[in-house]
C-alpha cells in the first residue's frame, strides 16, 4: 500500500459487524497506516466490535451513545487522554424505528421522526462540536448519506428527510470549520448489503435494481467505499470539503431505467 494515512489517527464510529460500511472504511484507513479508535453502543455491539478493531491492531475501544452526553464526554475525554489529538473523524450513525422504513411516508410518527433527525444528522453536528478541540492541526470529518435524501426511494421514508439533513449540515459545518483547517464530507453509495440497509422494506428489490441498470452494472463495494473514504482524509483530500462524493456505480446519472429493464 502507499501508505496514504501514515501517522494519522482517527475515530470511527458506527461499526456493527464486518459487513458494516463503517468497517470497510475503517480496514482501508488501516491498510494506509492510520491508527484507529472505534466506539460501540452498548455491551451486545462491543463483543462484537472489539474482536474486529484487534485484527486490525487495535485494543481502544470506547462505549459512546450519541443520545448520552455523558457517554461522549467520557469517550472523548479518552481521546484526550490517550491521543492528545486526532486527525479524522468517521460518522456513520443513522437510526429509524424499523417499523416505519415499509409503510407510507405519510405515517411518520412525531416520535420516530424526532430520533430520527437527532442520531442520524444532530449527531454530526454534536460530535464535530467534540472533535474540532482534538483536530488542533486541522482534520477530516466523513459522514454516510443516501441518493434517498433528493430522490425518493420506496420505504426510505423519514430517513431520506434525515439524510437531506444531514446533507445540509455537512455543507455548513464545511464551512464552520474550514478555518480552522477541517474538512467535512460525505460519502454517497448506492444500496448495500448491510445490518442497516436489510431494515428498509424492499431492500432486496432496490439492490438488485440498482445493479442491473447503474452503469457500471454494479453496486458500490466496501472497498470502494473505504477507498474514497482513504482518499479524503488523506492529504490527497486537501481542497475537498462540503462535498458529497456518489460512490454509487454511476447509478446518479439515470433518467430511467436501461431499456432491457424496462
Known sequence: MAELMTGKRGLIMGVANEKSIAWGIAKAMAAEGAELAFTYQGEAFGKRVLPLAQTLGSDFVLDADVMDDESLDRAFAMLAAEWGS???LVHAIAYSDKN???GRFINTTRENFRNSLTIS???LIDLARRARLLMKSGGTI???TF???????PYYNVMGVAKAALESAV???????GPEGIRVNAISPGPMRTLAGAAIGGARKTFRHTEENA????NATLEAVGGTAVWLASDYGACTTGEVVLVDGGYHVLGMP???NI
Open 100 to 102: 416505519e422504513l415499509s
Open 215 to 218: 452503469p457500471l452494472r454494479a
Open 142 to 144: 466523513l459522514t454516510l
Open 147 to 153: 441518493q434517498g435524501s433528493h430522490r425518493v426511494t
Open 171 to 177: 455543507k455548513y459545518l464545511a464551512n464552520d470549520l
Open 121 to 123: 444528522c444532530f449527531s
Open 86 to 88: 486526532i486527525d479524522f
Open 258 to 260: 436501461q431499456i432491457d
